[in-house]
């Protein structure tokens, strides 16, 4: 009976996340988290792996969860075997890129965007504030 394969090490999961997250290059999601490209490139080879404060910068980036990234850079420091939660929707990660700092959109359209957004999700915070209260 053949062994199964064992899970891909966290290159594979950065590389899979940045092609689904829209990057052309790990170079491109490099600058859009702020993060050095060599970094990125030594995560991407397992060579070195992510901090946690990395970890929680990129998160929103590739629109994955904290917990989802910690475990696929960190499978042999967990004994949690929870399920992984769900991942964040691609638009979060798209937005972030387009409020980042360094977006080639204008700022007066990213802060007229975050407004806009804010404004939106403002009822929501109520409800969802409520929720985690209960």
Request: glycine share 4%.
């Amino acid at each position: 009976m053949p062994t199964p394969a064992p899970p891909p090490g966290f290159g594979t999961y950065l590389k899979e996340a940045i092609q689904a997250a829209g990057f052309p290059t790990p170079t491109h999601f490099a600058r859009a988290v702020g993060t050095d490209p060599s970094v990125v490139l030594r995560w991407l080879s397992e060579e070195q792996r992510p901090t946690i404060r990395s970890i929680d910068r990129i998160a929103p980036v590739l629109g994955k969860s904290i917990q989802d990234l910690v475990r696929a850079a960190y499978p042999d420091r967990l004994t949690d075997h929870r399920p992984a939660t769900p991942a964040m929707h691609p638009l979060v990660g798209e937005l972030a890129r387009i409020l980042a700092d360094d977006s080639p959109v204008p700022a007066a359209d990213r802060e007229a965007l975050a407004t806009v957004l804010d404004r939106m999700l403002a009822p929501y915070r109520k409800v969802l504030r409520r929720r985690r209260s209960a």
